[in-house]
Each structure stands twice: as structure tokens, then as C-alpha cells.
RNA sequence: GGGGGUGUAGCUCAGUUGGUUAGAGCGCUGGCCUGUCACGCCAGAGGCCGCGGGUUCGAGUCCCGUCACUCCCGCCA
């Protein structure tokens, strides 16, 4: 007989029983009635209801057993009567009567129970990770990951893509997010530094002649952590094609995501085709270029209502900014329709709401007996509101909010004040995923603070146009081959045409900033490719974990990853990061030069 | 780097206007219990009220500082 065990905890069936069976796990829960003992013993299989009395000759070592000692049980598979079935479990229609009981590990008391894992602290889930990964809703999320990626690549290699690995060890990149660094022991005062993304290496796999490459790539940046973003390190489907369109690219990718949700979704619908929005008209409906698609609210610039009108505020604003460059200079007014807003008390939360955001307050009309209500209304006049009643579809019971001013200043409000109406309303649909391509992202944006233009997606895209409309546009109107999938609001991948032309690449550049002789110090190998015959090429890189996030309905990413670092970036249970030896610091000479007031007494 | 929230038993939390010996549930330990599956009943242990300072006759409670965790901003092409 096998050491351990001949059936796993959640084998056992009724045509069992009689049959003697060893089992192995942890003790799940004991329930002591004195002269009969059960215990549930767990593993990654299920669960089995294990049972002793004073006839079994193990009864006495039975008793002595606690809470995730791991033990083997040897016992005989009987019927379990009709009364005391469990129908919760798929073992519940049997139990084991233990003969023989052999402890294989015993357990302290335990700092987190397994058992009905109740709310613990997130530090001590982290510092004991082995314990929660034990818990059922964890266990199951991060088997749920590696189904999720057995499914991605099961997908991408259906349709004709290719697995590829590249280097961890690598060269710092410029621009982007910080770098982690490697110091090189054999070239003192060198570092490699580890891969943001594999995006050189996928466009250099192009152009050495393969063709639609794929990989589940770690990436590494050294950039502070949010709730959707670990710290340091995260996976992406990295994808990458030759010879393609955009439309290539979303025909290859879209028909792997789609049914990859469909397949974990569980009942909830997935989009059928994702709609393409281009960047200025997601901006301009939704108010941010990852649109909630569930929400249903569109808006739209109701400017023309007010300009002239009774509603001073509004037309002296759009008066005042009236000769400059639309979305940064000139000023407008936008409707936000709220089906079934219509009552005072509605509107004047969220107008408490927007002044608790920082704003002057949301200007608002609500219909009632036929009519807008409200200062606004009262102001802009009958006909006026009515006009805009009829153009927003909007009928006795319903409301509209305005927010008005520059565009760029408020459209991130205008946004937040979009999700925030439907939330309250309840118009956004749950139980769905509703995907869009976000297109036509401006290449470039104006940056503020170095007074300077940068580019404002992935430097390493083709302008819509060419090196034509790099030389005759206002490069802040030159668009990008570039594009995001959004998911409920979530972007969980951006991508592009790569621009695969030596020259265009350092005008693009230029534009930014960035001299020739910077370009080929920094992209050298890059640009030593693209002149060797470099094919035309595009890819994307969904964010495997945000996609995990999703399908696991968490909106958290340490629920769905095996050993998360903390928000500070530290590793709870293997205590990284950690100091480095004198000698390895001598090795790799360096010598610290460290923070004067950083003298941590640790307290609390 | 900045802002918000939290910090009382191992955990979740209560703790009145500043006033006696800081409580409950879960967990833990011991006892009882032969059909439970959130077993039940009885008893017990367990507290630098995050830490430091201040106000006060008196601080878990008020003030200042600090630390930790978490959420957000910056940042993340």
C-alpha cells in the first residue's frame, strides 16, 4: 500500500464503501462529542469526514489531534445514513471509521485559521501566505490563474502563435518607469536592469523572421504599488505579429479574450464584438479613455443652450474662452443625462458630492408636471430647457447635470461624476463584461511641469500618417497606430503599430526631444535591426493579472497572486528585500551610501 | 514625496461628557458529551489600549509628535 494514501479527500463515493483507504491531509476541523470523534480532513481535492469512537483502536490518538496537523488516516469507506448525509460536500454520502491514525506533522496554534476563513489583517495573510493559500476562496483563485493562463495558451498557440522566452537580464531602458537594477559583477560600476516589458525583444523577434510571438512575460518596474497594481513585478500576455494591420491585430487577439471569458465567466455575458471608440470620443462621452461600458450614460456638449443665455455663470464662461484651441482653451459646457434623477434630493447629494471632490458644485435641471425644475432651468428659460429636454431624450422623472468649463481641467470630473450618477441610480448593469478597443491615441501631449512635449502612449508606435505627418502637423494632432482593450472600466492592455521605419523612429523621437545621438546610444540594437530589413509590425500586451482580477470578480490584486508583496514592496514571509553581505557588496563593488535619518526603531 | 482611513485580547469589534478592577463574540487551554458537519454545555488563561510626549486630581477617551498597515494622488510609455 502507498505511504500516504490511495484516495485523495475528495474521491470518495457510496461505491466505496466497504473498501479499505488510506487518506492524507490536514485536519480540517474536529468535532469532539466524547465518545465520538469527527474530523474533516482536507487537502487540495476536497474534503472527508473522518470518524472514530471508542471501538476504534486509534480513538485515543484521534483525540489528541488539533487543527492542521497533517495526519494519515487508514479506515473503512462506510455509508453515511440519510439523516446525517451532507449534501454541501461531494464526499458527504460516506465517511472513513478510522482504524489507524499516524501523525506526519503537527502544527503550532495557528496565527490565521484555516477553518471559515474569517476576515484576518492583510500583514499577517502575507507573513503567513502558506496558511491563507490553504483557505478555500484564495486556493481556489490562484488554481482559477493557472487554469486562466493554461486556457491563454492553449488559445494563442491554436491560433498559429509561438511561445517564446526572453532575457530577465537586460538593458535600462530610458524612458518609462524606473528600472530595477542588477549590478554586474564581472563590469564594476555596470548594471543590467530588468525588463519593463519585453517590448524590444518581441519587435527584434520580428524582425529575425519569426512571426506572431506570444508569451506570459514577467514584467518588472520599480514604481509604487495601488490596490490593481502589485509593486515591482506582474505578468502580460505579450503578444507580437509581422506584416499586420491594426485590425489584424484586434481580429487576432479579440476572438482569444472574448472566449477566454466566456469560458471562466460563469453565467455572466460577455460583449459579442467590442466596439471602437477612438481616444477624443471616449473622452468626450465618457470622460476617460478606459470607458465603463456597463454605465450607460453618453454625454454630450450642450454649449450651444447656453451660449447667450439667461444662465449667466455658464454664458459668461463659454464668452470669455471663445478664441483659443478647443478641449485646452475654449470653454464648454456637458450634459450628463440621468435617467431617473429626477427629484431634488438626487441632485443636491451629488451636487454635495462634487463640492466634497473639490468642485464649485454640479449644475443640474430636473423634470417634473412637464417641466425643468431648478435653478438652471429657472434661468435658461422654458423653451431653452425644453430644447435640451427633447436633444438629451429626457422625460418627467429624469435629471441632467452640466459641467462646465475647460475641457481638459474637467473631464476627469465629469468622468468620475458619470460613474458616480449611475452608481447611485443604479443604471450600471452587473454580471457582465463589456469590452471596448479604445483607438487613435494622440501620439504626443503637452507636459506641464517640464513645460515640453512627450510622447503620450509607447514611443516605439507608428503616427498615423507617417513621417509626412510628423513634418506638417502640430504634433499634438498627430494620432498613434495605438490602442488599449478596456473591460469595465479596467484597461487591461495597450498596444500598437510598431513604427518600423529608421527614419520616422527619429523624427518621432526628435519631436520628444530626444536627439539622433541619444536615440542610437540608447536604442543602438533597436535601430541596428530596423536597418537590416525590418518587417511591418504590431502586437498588444494584455495584463494577465487585471484579467484574472476581473474574471475572479476581486478588486484586489494580491487576492489573485500566490506570494504578493506588501504595499511598501516588501516580502512579508521571505523578508525581502533584505541587506547584502559586506562580501557580496565587495564582489560587486559597491559601497552603500545610505539616507542619514532612516534609523528605524521598530515599534508598533 | 503628499493626502485620507485604521490601530483596544491571537482575530473581529464595543468602550457614554475624561472618572471604580477595560468588555463581548470567535479562537486557544481544561472538563463533560455517541451522529456532528459554524456540534453543544461548563470553566479558565489571555491587555504596554501601536509607541513617545503633553494637558489634567485623573487619559483607551483630549492635544502634539511618531511608527505600522491600508486606500488614493504623484508615478506606472
Known sequence: MHPYRTHSCGELRSGDVGTNVRVSGWVHRVRDHGGLLFIDLRDHYGLTQCVADPDSPAFKAVEDLRAEWVVRIDGEVRERSAETTNDRLPTGGVEVFIRDLEVLSKAQEL??????????PEETRLAYRFLDLRREGLHQRIVKRSQVIASLRQRMVGA????FQTPILTASSPEGARD?????????????????????????IMMAGFDRYFQIAPCFRDEDARADRSPGEFYQLDVEMSFVTQEDVFAAI??????LFEEFAEGRRVSAEFPRIPYWRAMRLYGTDKPDLRNPIEMSDASHHFRGSGFKIFAGLLEKH??????TENAEVWAIPAKGGGSRAFCDRMNSWAQGEGQPGL???????????????????????????????????DAVFFVAGIPKDFVEFSGRARDRIASDLELTQTDCFEFCWVVDFPMYEWKEDDKR????????????????ALESKDPLDVLGYQYDIVCNGVELSSGAIRNHVPEIMLKAFEIAGYGADVVEKEFGGMLRALRFGAPPHGGIAPGLDRIVMLLAGTDNIREVTMFPMNQQAEDLLMGAPSEASPEQLKELHIRLSL???KAKPKSG
Open 595 to 597: 539616507p542619514k535619518t
Open 322 to 327: 471663445a478664441s483659443g484651441r478647443e478641449w
Open 363 to 397: 449644475g443640474y435641471i430636473f423634470f417634473r408636471d412637464g417641466e425643468g425644475a431648478g435653478p438652471v432651468a429657472k434661468n435658461l428659460g422654458e423653451k431653452q430647457t425644453d430644447q435640451l429636454r427633447q436633444e438629451l431624450d429626457l422625460t418627467d422623472g
Open 254 to 259: 479579440e476572438p482569444v479574450l472574448r472566449e
Open 111 to 120: 496565527p490565521l485559521p484555516v477553518f471559515g476563513e474569517p476576515d484576518y
Open 160 to 163: 498559429g502563435f509561438t511561445e
Open 453 to 468: 512635449i512627450d510622447f503620450s502612449h509607447n514611443p516605439f508606435s507608428m503616427p498615423q500618417g507617417g513621417l509626412e
Open 180 to 204: 530595477f537594477l542588477v549590478p554586474s559583477r564581472m563590469h564594476p560600476g555596470k548594471f543590467y536592469a530588468l525588463p519593463q516589458a519585453p517590448q524590444q525583444f518581441k519587435q527584434l
